[in-house]
């Protein structure tokens, strides 16, 4: 095994153990011997990501979708970034390049779970318990909930947590017509279909 692929393997390892800051290290390692190793770009932004860097993220993610243009997750994660920095138009962008490259509901579906949470987190979070996003608070981080949570919406029609999430924001923004729309879509979304 050579040594480049060791050191991006134990980088994994400390990743997958939760130790960020030892993977940085060495993804960071692998980057300087080979700058267009792409699994090493996309690692350090998951990484990143990990420790609440999204900016820094986003950085890694763009550099893979210059070396990678094929791959829908390079896409997808620098969409999950725009979303934590509250910049959903430039998400919508990179999650439409990332659907054409990956077509399949189940892809879709999983990433806007996967939206939904980070909406969700950012809708429970305040103060000292923030792990997500940029650090908004009052309004202005139920605005960025919304914006993520409409995103995940969109992406995924049938997601029930994105619409009872987003009746919550709208709850915490004063609209309750707006409160009760989603409300009410949450328990449509809900309801079994008739066969």
Request: aromatic letters at 4%; one cysteine or more; proline letters at 4%.
């Amino acid at each position: 095994m050579s040594t480049l692929l060791a050191a991006f393997n134990e980088g994994v390892s400390h990743s997958i153990a939760g130790r960020h800051e030892a993977a940085l290290q060495v993804f960071n390692r692998v980057l300087a011997q080979d700058p267009h190793h792409v699994l090493a770009l996309s690692a350090k932004g998951s990484v990143l990501t990990s420790l609440g860097r999204p900016r820094e993220a986003l950085k890694c993610f763009e550099r893979a979708i210059d070396l990678d243009p094929e791959t829908a997750e390079h896409y997808r994660n620098a969409a999950l970034c725009q979303l934590e920095l509250d910049e959903p138009e430039a998400a919508r962008s990179l999650l439409e390049q990332a659907q054409l490259l990956n077509p399949e509901e189940g892809w879709r579906a999983g990433t806007a779970v996967e939206i939904t949470q980070l909406g969700e987190a950012l809708l429970k979070e305040s103060g000292k318990q923030r792990t997500r996003g940029i650090g908004l608070t009052g309004k202005a981080r139920y605005r960025h909930a919304r914006h993520v949570l409409e995103v995940a919406l969109e992406l995924n029609p049938g997601g029930t947590d994105a619409a009872r999430a987003l009746a919550e924001v709208w709850a915490h923004l004063g609209d309750t017509e707006k409160r009760d729309h989603y409300n009410q879509l949450a328990v449509r979304l809900m309801r079994p279909v008739a066969s």
